[in-house]
């Protein structure tokens, strides 16, 4: 599914034109969005939550030559399911 997917959904389901449909989304994405990056947990209830880990600086390896190489500490997006999506997902 991809972002105009969504906003069709939003379109055809709901009374607002495919612009006001589009614009919706867009605020929604800002705001997550906004949230990560200031650092906080995003909770959606029933959904999941979303939250901005570290990540430590570590050796790997170039696949292609087989070297090893340096990967910098850096930020990362973990996501964890609600109890509710999970079991929408197994029925």
Same mark, same amino acid.
């Given at each position: 599914? *991809?972002? =105009? !997917? ?5 379109? &055809?389901?709901? !009374?607002? *034109?495919? %612009? ?5 989304? &867009? @605020?929604?994405?800002?705001?997550? %969005?906004? *949230?990560?990056?200031?650092? =906080? ?6 959904? #999941?939550?979303? &939250? ?6 570590? *050796?790997?390896?170039?696949?292609? @030559?087989? =070297? %090893?190489?340096?990967?910098? =500490? #850096?930020? @990362? ?6 109890? @509710?999506? %999970?079991?929408?997902? !197994?029925?």
């Amino acid at each position: 599914m *991809t972002k =105009e !997917d969504i906003i069709n959904r939003i379109w &055809e389901n709901l !009374d607002y *034109t495919k %612009k006001q449909s589009g614009d919706i989304v &867009e @605020t929604l994405i800002d705001c997550l %969005k906004d *949230t990560l990056k200031s650092g =906080e947990k995003l909770k959606i209830g029933g959904f #999941g939550v979303f &939250e901005v880990r570290r990540r430590k600086a570590r *050796t790997g390896r170039n696949p292609r @030559t087989g =070297e %090893k190489a340096a990967i910098r =500490e #850096g930020k @990362t997006i973990k996501f964890k399911a609600g109890k @509710t999506l %999970k079991l929408a997902i !197994d029925k």
